[in-house]
C-alpha cells in the first residue's frame, strides 16, 4: 500500500505557473505507474497527465498538452506536475494517484488507479 500527499497549490494569476508536487509513503514507489487528475466545481474528474514507473514516458490531456509536464524522481519517491501558461480553466482541486504495475502501459481511467491522495487546489485568476 502506498499513502500520498499532493502540495504546492494556490492562487496564480492566468499565465502564469506553478509545479504541483506528490509524496509517497509506503511501499516503493518506483513499481508505481503515477498519474494526476483535476477535479474543477460541479464536474467530474478527470484525467491530466500519466508517467510509467521509470518515467520514460508520459501522456497528456489534450487540453494540457504542451503547457504541462509530468515527471518523477523515484529517489525521492515524489511525482511533479509542472503547469505553465495556466488558464482561469485551469481551476480545479488537482490529484495524483498510484497504480499497481510496471511496463510502458499508461493509465488514462480514474479505475485503474489504486490509490489516490488528498488533494490540491490550484485556482487561477483571469
Known amino acids: 500500500q502506498v499513502h500520498l500527499v499532493e502540495s504546492g497549490g494556490g492562487l496564480v494569476q492566468a499565465g502564469g505557473s506553478l509545479r504541483l508536487s506528490c509524496a509517497a509513503f509506503?511501499?516503493?514507489?518506483?513499481?508505481?505507474?503515477m498519474g494526476w487528475f483535476r477535479q474543477a466545481p460541479g464536474k467530474e474528474r478527470e484525467f491530466v497527465a500519466a508517467?510509467?514507473?521509470?518515467?520514460?514516458?508520459?501522456y497528456y490531456a489534450d487540453s494540457v498538452k504542451g503547457r504541462f509536464t509530468v515527471s518523477r524522481d523515484n529517489a525521492k519517491n515524489t511525482m511533479y506536475l509542472r503547469m505553465n501558461s495556466l488558464k482561469p480553466a485551469d481551476t480545479a482541486d488537482y490529484y495524483c494517484?498510484?497504480?499497481?504495475?510496471?511496463?510502458?502501459?499508461?493509465?488514462?481511467?480514474?479505475?485503474?488507479?489504486?490509490?489516490w491522495g488528498q488533494g490540491t487546489q490550484v485556482t487561477v485568476s483571469s
Open positions: 494517484a498510484a497504480a499497481h504495475g510496471g511496463g510502458s502501459y499508461l493509465r488514462t481511467t480514474r479505475s485503474e488507479y489504486d490509490y
Open positions: 509506503g511501499r516503493t514507489f518506483s513499481s508505481y505507474a
Open positions: 508517467i510509467t514507473w521509470d518515467g520514460i514516458s508520459t
